[in-house]
């Protein structure tokens, strides 16, 4: 099992940076793909990246492709998600998740993520 945290929200201005990172708790964290998703306001949870055990592979969406970057630290048991040149469009929270197949391909869909964060919230201003 995994505990997740995530932490870095915060209010930004547009073409503006944040850091995000996913604490995790439990010495099995190395062996999940792992995921970050957000929902903006009034609207339903989206995938926003994921990264296979190793950091070796990753996937993101392509609304972020080029300005996310998702990395994970596993000595540390951290994950972690760089936005960059940020959108109003990118307000939403934030959360990691744990894909439950601990296996490859990476997915997309938020039904095979099992363990989740209670978010961070990430507000971008025009």
């Known amino acids: 099992q995994v505990q997740l945290a995530e932490s870095g929200g915060g209010l930004v201005q547009a073409g503006g940076s944040l850091r995000l990172s996913c604490a995790a708790s439990?010495?099995?964290?190395?062996?999940?793909?792992m995921g970050w998703f957000r929902q903006p306001p009034g609207k339903g949870r989206e995938f926003v990246a994921a990264i296979s055990w190793s950091g070796g592979t990753t996937l993101y969406a392509e609304s972020v492709k080029g300005r996310f970057t998702i990395s994970r630290d596993n000595e540390k048991n951290y994950l972690f998600l760089q936005m960059n040149s940020l959108k109003p469009e990118d307000t939403a929270s934030y959360y990691c998740?744990?894909?439950?197949?601990?296996?490859?391909?990476?997915?997309?869909?938020?039904?095979?993520?099992?363990?989740w964060g209670r978010g961070t919230r990430v507000t971008v201003s025009t």
């Open positions: 439990g010495r099995t964290f190395s062996s999940y793909p």
């Open positions: 998740a744990a894909d439950r197949t601990m296996s490859l391909p990476l997915r997309s869909d938020q039904g095979y993520y099992t363990y």
